[in-house]
């Protein structure tokens, strides 16, 4: 029996692939069920999923629902159990809330960095948290580096550390790109709108090539927006940088762009980056840990760039203007990285992993 603890049912990335994992064990034969900490399982059309129902997931009541929760399908169910945290809140809550239940501990880490490593006041319960999990696994290489840095424990030489990379959508070719020279690039982003997203470098290195540039186009919401607004007018790109809010209609949207950005200062995977892949179109990405790794092999419709550097962004930028028809010719290499991040291959990955831990025979 599988127990997913996510923060919310959505949106976002992270709830997106835990639905497409709960959903594969329930076809698997696997017994699943996926606990939010906050949000309405109610308006859920997934089954087996339950809510805590508090509007915060930094309500530390919640600990005590969590545990009556998974104590109740555990009780009910009368199985093994393997209780999977992802991100923070409930990395901590069902550190607490599983004391006393004979269940294995998963968590998920997202991102190859984390501020409260920093924190003398929290890097010892950091610490204490991560070592009570039976497995922590990993969404790309550079993500297991960071763990292993930072943990210093050997425990059965690392093997308690897993990667398995995250599943994205692949979406449509595009067979197209733009018809001719004379037209400028129309450049997109999508991800929140946080500081270490890099989307400051992006602005000032469209400032650089705007005469390349015909839009630039940022999809998402977050605490940075009304900053990067500020910045766009400082920079004189408010007429050319658009903000778009989030978006549901990601294929329709990289379709309509001529290359994606995605200058991040820190990135455990990249799930824009393959989705963008997937359409062929080229990437200007920088070349920090988990990024690089989805990225793949150095190759010309891929131009990596370094954190907080605008003038490397305008050179991207002019890369991809001066070499878009030779780029075409070569797209179909990103649509063959994107193809290694498949969602199908992620849940295979994962109940893998559950039916070793729980001795469930592999189906043949």
């Known amino acids: ?62 600990i005590l629902i969590l545990h009556n929760i998974i104590k109740n399908i555990q009780e009910k169910q009368n199985r093994k159990a393997i209780v999977h945290s992802h991100l923070t809140w409930p990395l901590y809550y069902t550190a607490i809330a599983t004391l006393g239940l004979n269940v294995r501990r998963f968590y998920t880490e997202h991102s190859t960095f984390n501020r409260r490593r920093s924190m003398p006041f929290l890097n010892p319960i950091e610490r204490y948290i991560y070592k009570k999990q039976d497995i922590v696994v990993a969404i790309s290489n550079g993500v297991k580096k960071s763990l292993k840095s930072w943990l210093k424990e050997r425990r059965n030489g690392y093997e308690y550390i897993k ?48 005469d390349k540039v015909y839009e630039y186009r940022i999809y998402g919401d977050g605490s940075e927006r009304a900053q990067l607004e500020k910045l766009s007018k400082e920079y004189k790109v408010d007429d050319i940088v658009k903000y778009m809010g989030a978006t549901n209609q990601v294929e329709e949207v990289l379709l309509n762009s001529d290359a994606f950005v995605m200058p991040s200062r820190w990135e455990g995977f990249g ?23 989805v990225l793949g092999p150095d190759r010309s419709n891929v131009y990596r760039v370094s954190i907080d550097c605008p003038d490397c962004i305008r050179k991207g930028i002019e890369f991809i203007y001066y070499n878009y028809r030779e780029l075409e010719d070569i797209s179909i290499e990103n649509v063959e990285q994107a193809s290694k991040f498949s969602i199908d291959e992620m849940v295979k990955n994962y109940t893998d992993l559950y039916r070793e831990y729980l001795n469930i025979p592999t189906e043949t």
């Open 1 to 62: 029996m599988i127990v997913n603890v996510t923060h919310t049912f959505g949106p976002g990335s992270t709830p997106g692939l835990v639905a497409e994992i709960h959903k594969g064990l329930m076809r698997n034969g696997i017994e699943s069920y996926w606990i939010a900490l906050n949000g309405d399982a109610d308006q859920n059309t997934i089954p087996n999923t339950y809510s805590c129902g508090s509007r915060s997931p930094r309500n530390p009541f919640l």
């Open 163 to 210: 990667i398995i990379n995250n599943g994205a959508k692949n979406f449509q070719h595009k067979s197209y790109l733009n018809d001719s020279l004379e037209k400028r690039l129309r450049l997109v982003s999508i991800g929140r709108l946080v500081k270490h997203k890099g989307l400051d470098s992006a602005i000032k290195g469209v400032a650089l090539a705007k």
């Open 271 to 293: 799930l824009s980056a393959v989705e963008a892949m997937s359409t062929g179109i080229p990437i200007i990405a920088s070349n920090v840990p988990g990024l690089s790794d």
